[in-house]
């Protein structure tokens, strides 16, 4: 699976921004997807994931109530639509891909990443 994050850009405190992902996947229904980021300085954190169908989301708590995430399988395509960013929110971006089954939040169940988007905060 290749993954292709885009969307990322400057921003002022208080705006907006919508990440895609797009997936080169036969069967893009078939995969958790997730949301993860990196500052600098920092580890990479959980973000957000969502279930095949896009039933099930779940998100870390810095973000709850301001992001959501979403998918289109017919476009094989994942969203994160971003509100109420913060400077905290600066990172490099990461779209993921898990075959795990079901939602989770720990990276080292991703098996495929994209190449990252960044997302800088301005305040």
């Known amino acids: 699976v290749q993954l292709q994050a885009s969307g990322g850009g400057l921003v002022q405190a208080g705006g907006s921004l919508r990440l895609s992902c797009a997936a080169s996947?036969?069967?893009?229904?078939?995969?958790?997807m997730g949301w993860f980021r990196q500052a600098p300085g920092k580890e990479r954190e959980f973000v957000a994931t969502?279930?095949?169908?896009?039933?099930?989301?779940l998100y870390a708590d810095s973000v709850k109530g301001r992001f959501t995430i979403s998918r289109d399988n017919a476009k094989n395509t994942v969203y994160l639509q971003m509100n109420s960013l913060e400077s905290e929110d600066t990172a490099v971006y990461y779209c993921?891909?898990?075959?795990?089954?079901?939602?989770?939040?720990?990276?080292?169940?991703?098996?495929?990443w994209g190449q990252g988007t960044q997302v800088t905060v301005s305040s």
């Open positions: 996947a036969r069967t893009f229904s078939f995969y958790i």
């Open positions: 993921a891909a898990s075959v795990a089954g079901f939602i989770v939040a720990h990276a080292s169940t991703y098996a495929y």
């Open positions: 969502i279930s095949g169908e896009g039933g099930r989301t």
